[in-house]
Nanobody, 116 residues
Framework: QVQLVESGGGLVQPGGSLRLSCAAS????????MRWYRQAPGKERELVASISSAGRNANYGDYVKGRFTISRDNAKNTVYLQMDKVHPEDTAVYYCNVRVLSDDFWGQGTQVIVSS
């Protein structure tokens, strides 16, 4: 079965950095685009970043572009989200996502809190 396991969240101060990881299994990782979403309290889940199957193309949400970087290592079945210059509004649970046969699969999420 498809499994996605996020890690790397925690408490970080505004302006700081954090790197999230998502370990994937149960599907041919290198054949699928991967995505990071986040959901803040009281808000809808939003797309943070996506990356093509081979890692050559990436897209970002408007509020994180220029600060976050998505990458992947297909040999390790892992996708990353490097978060730099974080803002308090980046506080959210961050989820890894893959769409397989039109079905969305999600990890359990990792909490990021940006606070001084």
């Amino acid at each position: 079965q498809v499994q996605l396991v996020e890690s790397g969240g925690g408490l970080v101060q505004p302006g700081g950095s954090l790197r999230l990881s998502c370990a994937a299994s149960g599907f041919t990782f290198g054949n699928y685009p991967m995505r990071w979403y986040r959901q803040a309290p009281g808000k809808e889940r939003e797309l943070v970043a996506s990356i093509s199957s081979a890692g050559r193309n990436a897209n970002y949400g408007d509020y994180v572009k220029g600060r976050f970087t998505i990458s992947r290592d297909n040999a390790k079945n892992t996708v990353y989200l490097q978060m730099d210059k974080v803002h308090p509004e980046d506080t959210a649970v961050y989820y890894c996502n893959v769409r397989v046969l039109s079905d969305d699969f999600w990890g359990q999420g990792t909490q990021v809190i940006v606070s001084s």
